[in-house]
C-alpha cells in the first residue's frame, strides 16, 4: 500500500529566506511523486514530478525537490522564498504499476511568507 | 492543448436539495477522470475515479453517486444533500499511462446550509 506523510502542516518563513516542504512517502511498487500547489480557492497546480528519471527535479516558479529512494523522501526547495509562493502544497504519491493508478495525497503544508 | 472545464464555481445549496457538478475535459480521448473533495482544514479525498464510459470506482460510501455518460463528461450528483457535504470539490483528468501527471480543474466551493 501507498502513503504519503508530510512532516509540517504549517511553514513560515521571511521572504528572500530559503523554503524547505518536507515529504516522506511509502510505496510497494516503484512511486511517481510530485508536488502541487493550492492557492486560496483554487484549483491545483503541478509544480514538478518525479518519475524514476533524474533524482533532482526542477518544476516551475524556481522550486525544485529531490527524490532520496535510501530516504523515502521528496522534499521541495526553493532557494529564495518570494510573496508569492504563500500557498498550501501537497505532495502526492501514485504507484506506476497500472495505468488506472490513483494518487494518494498528502495531508498539505501551508506555506506562510513573512515581509 | 487538453483543458478541463469544472461547473459551477461556487453553490448554496439547503440540506436535503440535489446536487449535480460537471466536468468536462477537451482536447484528449479516453482519459481517466476523478472526483476529489477537500474539506475545510483537511487534504483532498478520493471520491470516485472513472477509466471508461459507464465505469466508475467509488472510494468512499456516502450518499454522493458519479456518472461518466460520456467519454469527457464526468459527474457528481446527490439526491440529498447534507451539511457534511460541505467542501471543495475538485474534479481532475489524467492519461491513462502510468507516470503521467493530473490535471486539476479550478474547484467548486460547495455550501449546504
Known amino acids: ?115 | 492543448s487538453q483543458t478541463i472545464h469544472q461547473w459551477p464555481a461556487t453553490l448554496v445549496q439547503p440540506v436535503g436539495s440535489p446536487l449535480s457538478l460537471e466536468c468536462t475535459v477537451e482536447g484528449t480521448s479516453n482519459p481517466n477522470l476523478y472526483w476529489y473533495r477537500q474539506a475545510a482544514g483537511r487534504g483532498l479525498q478520493l471520491l470516485f475515479y472513472s477509466v471508461g464510459i459507464g465505469q466508475i470506482s467509488s472510494e468512499v460510501p456516502q450518499n454522493l453517486s458519479a456518472s461518466r455518460p460520456q467519454d469527457r463528461q464526468f459527474i457528481l450528483s446527490s439526491k440529498k444533500l447534507l451539511l457534511s457535504d460541505s467542501g471543495f470539490y475538485l474534479c481532475a483528468w489524467r492519461k491513462s499511462e502510468p507516470n503521467y501527471g493530473y490535471t486539476f480543474g479550478s474547484g467548486t466551493r460547495l455550501t449546504v446550509v
Open chain 1, 1 to 115: 500500500a501507498q502513503s504519503v506523510t508530510q512532516l509540517d502542516s504549517h511553514v513560515s518563513v521571511s521572504e528572500g529566506t530559503p523554503v524547505l516542504l518536507r515529504c516522506n512517502y511509502s510505496s510497494s511498487y516503484s512511486p511517481s511523486l510530485f508536488w502541487y500547489v493550492q492557492h486560496p480557492n483554487k484549483g491545483l497546480q503541478l509544480l514538478l514530478k518525479y518519475t524514476s528519471a533524474a533524482t533532482l527535479v526542477k518544476g516551475i516558479n524556481g522550486f525544485e525537490a529531490e527524490f532520496k529512494k535510501s530516504e523515502t523522501s521528496f522534499h521541495l526547495t526553493k532557494p529564495s522564498a518570494h510573496m508569492s509562493d504563500a500557498a498550501e502544497y501537497f505532495c502526492v504519491v501514485s504507484e506506476t504499476y497500472s495505468s488506472a493508478s490513483k494518487i494518494i495525497f498528502g495531508s498539505g503544508t501551508r506555506l506562510s511568507i513573512r515581509p
